[in-house]
């Protein structure tokens, strides 16, 4: 490892552009100049990915491939390195580990840049250690021209509200170029030159990769009909016929406005979404200190919250779920937040407007504004949500009163 750092261990700035690189491509390298450049950084480091944890459930081609197209697009520029210090940590892989590691081979003094895409700072916060990884390196939001700025210039401002972090953003045109892309032109046959190095189209044309690429498909690694037998088990028949309904529903919306593997990942999470539901409150409470789930204050005195959280850990324990998207849309399928990925709204929604659910004041909006806009239906859902629970004479969660906060704004946003 320390030959491998031998050429930069005396420089005062690194940027870090991270990525599984799957392949590498010319947005990348123009992103990495353009930090380089306004930063003025020393040297860039390239660090392809070892097993990051937000893609466990997705497939990455081997990473001798990915470590070798990106030594090949970037060996013409000097100011540009790889390293496998990723690849070759066992484990899952986390930024804070790879920072805190960098950190100890480089000079005392040296200033680290890492690079990310602007949607993820909306989720930094629940990245492992964000506080001690904020204060150890300055982060580049990087973005294609056209993206929610006023959104992402107020999530970063509330960010260094929080905590003394310094987070940068950059607008880079050629980011509207994408590895996933790239891959099914590949698949497809289609032309891919000029969108990366042409060292890295003969390398992937030489080794044929992302021709025979099967696409994602969870149904291989994770037996659906096993899944639904022992939720029908676990299950009060009422429950799994709506949880069947959340399932259908999740698939149509994910459909909609996601991925052939958004659409994968709903139907999991809508299938797993009330899975510790018609646990009995005292076997609940037992799992939940048996397993060291940090139950909060608000959800220790809402019990009917118990089971979404104590959800998410019986998906991964019982399940063998390890997509934290997943099972972040099943912790907060019954309270929201703000900043909710895709998923996450897709099931809060989904649970609310599924086809078997009896007749309510406010379910056909919510189905009008489903298929409009997700913000919008969260919107309407949270604030419908939280009347109902005071109408009940409960106090409702906290985070739910942030969620409505953030959507309504959005919704003002959106008018203006």
Not at 159 to 170: G, N
Not at 299 to 328: F, N, S, W
Request: glycine share 4%.
């Amino acid at each position: 490892m320390l030959n491998e750092f031998a050429g930069f261990q005396n420089c005062k700035s690194i940027a870090i552009m991270g990525g599984t690189f799957d392949p590498i491509h010319n947005g990348h390298l123009v992103t990495a100049e353009a930090v380089r450049h306004r930063f003025n950084v020393d040297k860039v480091i390239f660090i392809p990915t070892g097993r990051p944890a937000h893609k466990m459930n997705q497939t990455v081609t081997h990473h001798e491939h990915r470590y070798l197209m990106t030594v090949l697009a970037t060996m013409r520029n000097d100011n540009f390195d790889v390293s496998r210090i990723e690849i070759d940590r066992e484990g899952t892989t986390y930024t804070i580990d790879t920072i805190t590691e960098l950190k100890k081979i480089c000079r005392p003094d040296v200033r680290l840049y890492f690079i990310t895409g602007a949607d993820a700072i909306h989720q930094i916060m629940h990245w492992k250690e964000p506080e001690r990884l904020m204060s150890l390196c300055d982060f580049v939001a990087v973005t294609r021209p056209g993206y929610d700025k006023k959104k992402l210039l107020s999530d970063i401002k509330n960010i260094k509200e929080k905590f003394p972090s310094r987070i940068h953003f950059m607008e880079v045109p050629a980011l509207a170029i994408s590895s996933s892309d790239i891959r099914m032109r590949a698949k497809e046959d289609a032309p891919i030159k000029y969108l990366l190095p042409q060292a890295v189209v003969d390398y992937i044309h030489k080794f044929e990769l992302y021709q025979n690429e099967e696409d994602l498909d969870m149904s291989n690694t994770i037996n659906l009909e096993s899944m639904k037998e022992k939720l029908q088990s676990a299950l009060q028949i009422k429950r799994y016929i709506h949880t069947l309904g959340v399932e259908s529903e999740a698939m149509k919306l994910a459909e909609i406005y996601g991925t052939k593997q958004d659409k994968q990942k709903a139907q999991i999470a809508g299938l797993l979404h009330d899975c510790a539901k018609d646990y009995p409150r005292d076997l609940q409470q037992r799992l939940c200190k048996e397993y060291k789930l940090a139950l909060d204050e608000d959800t220790i005195r809402t019990p009917q919250l118990i089971h979404a959280v104590l959800g998410a850990e019986i998906a991964k324990r019982e399940y063998q779920i390890t997509d934290t998207t997943i099972l972040d849309a099943i912790r907060y399928h019954t309270t929201g937040r703000p900043h909710m990925s895709l998923l996450e709204k897709i099931i809060y929604i989904a649970d609310y407007i599924e086809p078997n659910r009896e007749k309510f004041d406010g379910i056909e909006e919510a189905r009008r504004l489903a298929y409009l806009d997700l913000d919008l239906a969260m919107c309407f859902i949270l604030a419908d949500t939280i009347n109902y629970v005071k109408e009940q004479g409960r106090k409702p969660h906290p985070i739910s009163e942030e969620a409505l906060q953030y959507y309504k704004q959005y919704q003002e946003d959106s008018n203006e």
